[in-house]
Structures are given as structure tokens and as C-alpha cells.
């Protein structure tokens, strides 16, 4: 919205000479930073409210665990709230609204994202947290295929339109539909006459949905499944989100993407104010998500965390990197899957004490804040590790 203001305001605020100060809120940067800082006073301002307005309503977790060795655990958590994933959604749709370009097509599709995910993910929340005052009430939550519907519905939509919007007026091949490879160069030289490197592979649209498809999906269920100690996913989601910040802000720029070798995606510049919103929200709610957990973001934050991080993944064809950053949430669901496959295929052995991962570290002797704390050192030092491999081409 100010962008807009600020077009729409030009002369006015040249006339009065106070445009020298207003025109940082035409700087790119300077809006993804403002969004950050906004996100996370806004969390934090509106998190006792919030937190007492859930406790009022009984929103609370429900304590309940398929392993009888984390009972105990999950029982003593039973009366914190769940649901703060409304804090984390609200912030970044309100401070994405007020410091971007609304009008830009790939801004409204990560608010999209957002949205779609929050309502999806609170339903599910809200379900799992009545089910007790239900007459029979013993279903916990949406069933896995019904969430799995909308989630694929969702990367089929965003999929086919952010190709759409990708493709050139000349019918020449885009960036924004190449894939992107580790160590792979986007165009042959650095600087403004830079052309494609030669043996790059475009997407077709077909190929573009199904990746949009399974980045969406499975993004935003790894990061669910995450969410499961005091601090984990949201601690995780931070540091990701300020890395996917710089990629987005680098996609965005034509003179940063191409000396630096990697996709310039024409319009993508204005996701960096996403990016920065998402990681302020974390890290405003990891103020009161932090052990002793006093909120948890339940489905309503998780899936709409995951979801948006494979989105702007997407978009700046940056999949791989993303991927690399989010190597412990793939962790978590690969646990999941390894565990329930095995359990099925010998007849109830297990390879694991429990899935997933963190709850494995917890029963083998690691503390809680130790399984969160060291989780978080290896995010960080992904996400380097992947800032530092863009430079490797």
C-alpha cells in the first residue's frame, strides 16, 4: 500500500520538501527491513492479548500423543494454548499489505498462499480442540487426505498461475521457468549483456505445477510435522525465511542476479517485504514460544509457514537452496515416513523410539532445549552454507 501512496503522493510530498525522507519507502530494501521490525513489534504487542484471549476461549492443545513414553510430556502441556499461528498470519498479511506493492501478481499470490493454509490449518486446529465436547467426538482433526486435498489444490492454482505470469510477451524462454541446479549458471557472463548459459532446461507448465505441487505440499506438511517442541518450528522458520529474504532479494535485482549468475525473475523484487514480514513474525512469536512454550502455533501457523517459504522458493526458482535451508524439516517428515513404511512392512518393528526425529533425540537422553537449541545451529549453518553456495558458479 505505501508504494502506492508514495506514487500517489510524489508531487505532494516534493512540494513540501519532505519527499527526501519519504522516498526510502520506495527502497526495496528498506521495506523488507521496515516489515521484519513491524512484524515482530506487532507479535510482540499482541501476544499476552492474544495468548489470554485464547486461554479465555479454552483454545489449548489437547495433550494427546500416539506414544505412550511422551504422555507425561505432552500432558503437562495440555492447558498452553494452540492456535497462535494467528499472531504469526496475522502479521505478516496486515505488515505485507501495508509495506508492499499490493498491486504486484506475486504478492497477492504468497498472501493467497497465506491465507489459504491459516484457514486451512485452523480448521484442522479447531477441530482437534472441540472433538472432546462433540456428542462421539473422537475424530482428532481433519483426516491426512482431506488436508492433502487442499494443499494440492493450492500448488495446482499457484502453480499454473505464477507460470502464467512468468511467461514473455515474445514467447521467448524465461527465467522465471528455468530449472535452477546447485552450481549451475543461469546465464554465460556476469553484467547487463549477460545471455543463457548453454544447456539450461526450462520447465514446461505441466512440469512447473507438478513441482509447485509437491514444494507446497510437502513443505508445508515437513514444517507441521516440526511442530512439536517449544520453540522448534518457529525458531527453524526464522532463520529460513531471513536467507529465502536475500535470495528473493537478489532474484528480484537484474544486475545482482546476473553477476551473481542465478534467475532474475522480473517483479520478484517485492517478495523480499514478504520474506522480512514472515521472519519478524517468527521471531516475535518465538518470544513467547521459547521454553516453557506460553502459545503454539498449532497447524494454523505451521502450515502456512512451510507453505509460504515453498512458495517464494518457487518463484525465485530457487528450489534446491530452499530445500538445503529446510534440511531438518525434511529430516523430520523423512523420520515419519521411514518409520510408519518400516512398521508396516515388518510387522510392527520399529526403527526409530518414536517419529518424528526430535522425539527420538528427546527419549534417547537429549533435554528438550537441547533437541530445539541444536536443531536451530544446524538451520543457521544451512542456510550459510546455502547463501554461500550461490557465490559457487
Known amino acids: 500500500m505505501i508504494p502506492w501512496l508514495m506514487e500517489l503522493l510524489r508531487n505532494w510530498l516534493i512540494a513540501r520538501e519532505v519527499y527526501s525522507f519519504a522516498q526510502l519507502f520506495e527502497q526495496i530494501h528498506f521495506r523488507a527491513l521496515s516489515a521484519a521490525l513491524l512484524s515482530f513489534v506487532a507479535v510482540i504487542v499482541l501476544g499476552k492479548p492474544v495468548i489470554g484471549?485464547?486461554?479465555?476461549?479454552?483454545?489449548?492443545?489437547?495433550?494427546?500423543?500416539?506414544?505412550?513414553?511422551?504422555?507425561?510430556?505432552?500432558?503437562?502441556?495440555?492447558?498452553t494454548p494452540t492456535m497462535g499461528g494467528l499472531l504469526i498470519v496475522g502479521a505478516i498479511?496486515?505488515?505485507?499489505?501495508?509495506?508492499?506493492?499490493?498491486?504486484?501478481?506475486?504478492?497477492?499470490?504468497?498472501?493467497?498462499?497465506?491465507?489459504w493454509l491459516a484457514v486451512l490449518g485452523g480448521f484442522d486446529d479447531w477441530l482437534k480442540l472441540t472433538a472432546a465436547s462433540r456428542p462421539g467426538g473422537s475424530r482428532q482433526g481433519l483426516r491426512?487426505?482431506?488436508?492433502?486435498?487442499?494443499?494440492?489444490?493450492l500448488g495446482l492454482i499457484i502453480g499454473y498461475f505464477a507460470f502464467n505470469h512468468g511467461l514473455r510477451e515474445d514467447a521467448a524462454p524465461s527465467a522465471a521457468h528455468v530449472l535452477n541446479l546447485p552450481f549451475q549458471k543461469t546465464y554465460e557472463n556476469a553484467g547487463g549483456g549477460a545471455g543463457f548459459a548453454p544447456g539450461l532446461f526450462f520447465l514446461s507448465r505441466g512440469v512447473y505445477i507438478v513441482v509447485a505441487i509437491l514444494m507446497i505440499a510437502g513443505?508445508?506438511?515437513?514444517?507441521?510435522?516440526s511442530d512439536g517442541m517449544d520453540g522448534l518450528a518457529t525458531g527453524i522458520s526464522a532463520a529460513v525465511a531471513l536467507g529465502?529474504?536475500?535470495?528473493?532479494?537478489?532474484?528480484?535485482s537484474q544486475a545482482a542476479a546476473q553477476y551473481l549468475l542465478v534467475p532474475y525473475v522480473v517483479q520478484s523484487d517485492e517478495l523480499t517485504v514478504l520474506a522480512g514480514?514472515?521472519?519478524?513474525?517468527?521471531?516475535?512469536?518465538l518470544w513467547f514460544n521459547c521454553s516453557p512454550a506460553s502459545v503454539f502455533m498449532g497447524d494454523t501457523g505451521s502450515l502456512a509457514l512451510g507453505g509460504l517459504i515453498a512458495y517464494l522458493a518457487l518463484v525465485?526458482?530457487?528450489?534446491?537452496?530452499?530445500?538445503?535451508m529446510c534440511m531438518v524439516f525434511l529430516l523430520e517428515i523423512g523420520s515419519v515416513v521411514l518409520q510408519v513404511g518400516w512398521f508396516k512392512m515388518s510387522k510392527g518393528k520399529r526403527i526409530f523410539k518414536c517419529a518424528p526425529y526430535h522425539h527420538h533425540l528427546h527419549l534417547s537422553g537429549w533435554r528438550e532445549q537441547q533437541v530445539v537449541s541444536r536443531f536451530?545451529?544446524?538451520?543457521?549453518?544451512?542456510?550459510?552454507?546455502?547463501?554461500?553456495?550461490?557465490?559457487?558458479r
Not at 491426512?144 to 487442499?150: P, R, T
Not at 513443505?219 to 510435522?225: D, E, K, L
Not at 514480514?277 to 512469536?285: D, Y
Open 53 to 79: 484471549w485464547l486461554r479465555r476461549k479454552k483454545i489449548g492443545d489437547t495433550g494427546m500423543t500416539d506414544s505412550s513414553l511422551l504422555a507425561a510430556s505432552a500432558t503437562s502441556k495440555a492447558s
Open 316 to 324: 525465485i526458482r530457487q528450489e534446491a537452496i530452499v530445500l538445503f
Open 93 to 115: 498479511v496486515v505488515v505485507t499489505l501495508l509495506l508492499a506493492d499490493v498491486r504486484n501478481f506475486y504478492i497477492q499470490l504468497g498472501l493467497i498462499v497465506a491465507v
Open 144 to 153: 491426512s487426505w482431506e488436508k492433502l486435498v487442499f494443499q494440492l489444490g
Open 219 to 225: 513443505m508445508s506438511n515437513a514444517t507441521n510435522i
Open 277 to 285: 514480514a514472515m521472519a519478524g513474525a517468527c521471531m516475535g512469536f
Open 376 to 392: 536451530w545451529i544446524v538451520s543457521v549453518l544451512l542456510v550459510v552454507l546455502a547463501l554461500a553456495s550461490i557465490k559457487a
Open 244 to 252: 529465502v529474504m536475500v535470495l528473493c532479494g537478489i532474484a528480484g
